[in-house]
C-alpha cells in the first residue's frame, strides 16, 4: 500500500460533506491520504500529539477545515513545518464569515495558506500542486487538469454563440 502523504482533518463530522470534496479531487489524482476528524477545542491533545507526529508519519502537505470560532488548522500549523491549507466551512450563524477570519489572521511566523469558504476542493488542488513541485507525474496530470478546464470554458462560448442567450440560459438553467 502507497503511504498517506496528504492529511485531510476537520473539527467535525458536520464538516464533512463539504471537506469530501477535497478527497475526491485527491483520488482523482490518485493522492494517497487519510481523512480524520480533530477538534482542537473538543479533542485539544489528540490534536496536538496528530501535529507532532504528522511529519514523521510522512504527511507532506495538511488540509485543515472547521467552522466558526475556527482554530484547528491554526493551531496545527504551530506545531508542524509542512504546510497547512485552511478550510474555513460555512457558518449557519455568520455564513462562515467567522471561520474564515479565525483561520486566514494567523499571525506573522504561523502561516495557514487559506482557501474561500466551503472551497474544500481548491484545498485540495493546492495540495496537489505543491505535491507536484516534486512530482513529474502530478505536475503532468495538474497540467492536464488545467487545458481540460480550459477546453470546458471554450465549449461554453460555442454554445453561448449558437444558441443566444435566452435559449442558452433556459438549456443549462442559469
Ligand atoms: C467546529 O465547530 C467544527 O469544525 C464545526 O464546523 C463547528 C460545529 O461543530 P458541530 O457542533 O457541528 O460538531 O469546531
Do not use: C, W
Given at each position: 500500500?502507497?503511504?498517506?502523504?496528504?492529511?485531510?482533518?476537520?473539527?467535525?463530522?458536520?464538516?464533512?460533506?463539504?471537506?469530501?470534496?477535497?478527497?475526491?479531487?485527491?483520488?482523482?489524482?490518485?493522492?494517497?491520504?487519510?481523512?480524520?476528524?480533530?477538534?482542537?477545542?473538543?479533542?485539544?491533545?489528540?490534536?496536538?500529539?496528530?501535529?507532532?507526529?504528522?511529519?514523521?508519519?510522512?504527511?507532506?502537505?495538511?488540509?485543515?477545515?472547521?467552522?466558526?470560532?475556527?482554530?484547528?488548522?491554526?493551531?496545527?500549523?504551530?506545531?508542524?513545518?509542512?504546510?497547512?491549507?485552511?478550510?474555513p466551512?460555512?457558518?449557519?450563524?455568520?455564513?462562515g464569515i467567522?471561520s474564515l477570519y479565525s483561520i486566514v489572521?494567523?499571525?506573522?511566523?504561523?502561516?495557514?495558506?487559506t482557501?474561500?469558504i466551503?472551497?474544500?476542493?481548491?484545498?485540495?488542488?493546492?495540495?496537489?500542486?505543491?505535491?507536484?513541485?516534486?512530482?513529474?507525474?502530478?505536475?503532468?496530470?495538474?497540467?492536464?487538469?488545467?487545458?481540460?478546464?480550459?477546453?470546458?470554458?471554450?465549449?461554453?462560448?460555442?454554445?453561448?454563440?449558437?444558441?443566444?442567450?435566452?435559449?442558452?440560459?433556459?438549456?443549462?438553467?442559469?
Open positions: 500500500m502507497n503511504k498517506v502523504i496528504v492529511s485531510i482533518i476537520m473539527g467535525s463530522d458536520s464538516d464533512l460533506p463539504i471537506m469530501k470534496e477535497a478527497s475526491d479531487i485527491l483520488d482523482q489524482f490518485k493522492v494517497v491520504h487519510e481523512v480524520l476528524v480533530i477538534s482542537a477545542h473538543r479533542s485539544p491533545a489528540k490534536t496536538e500529539s496528530y501535529a507532532k507526529t504528522a511529519v514523521k508519519r510522512g504527511i507532506k502537505v495538511i488540509i485543515a477545515g472547521a467552522g466558526g470560532a475556527a482554530h484547528l488548522a491554526g493551531v496545527v500549523a504551530a506545531n508542524v513545518t509542512i504546510p497547512v491549507i485552511g478550510v466551512i460555512k457558518t449557519s450563524t455568520l455564513n467567522d489572521q494567523m499571525p506573522p511566523g504561523v502561516p495557514v495558506a482557501v474561500g466551503n472551497a474544500a476542493k481548491n484545498a485540495a488542488i493546492l495540495a496537489v500542486e505543491m505535491l507536484a513541485l516534486t512530482d513529474k507525474s502530478l505536475k503532468l496530470k495538474i497540467q492536464e487538469y488545467k487545458v481540460k478546464m480550459a477546453k470546458s470554458i471554450d465549449e461554453k462560448n460555442k454554445k453561448l454563440n449558437e444558441l443566444g442567450i435566452k435559449n442558452y440560459l433556459e438549456q443549462t438553467k442559469k
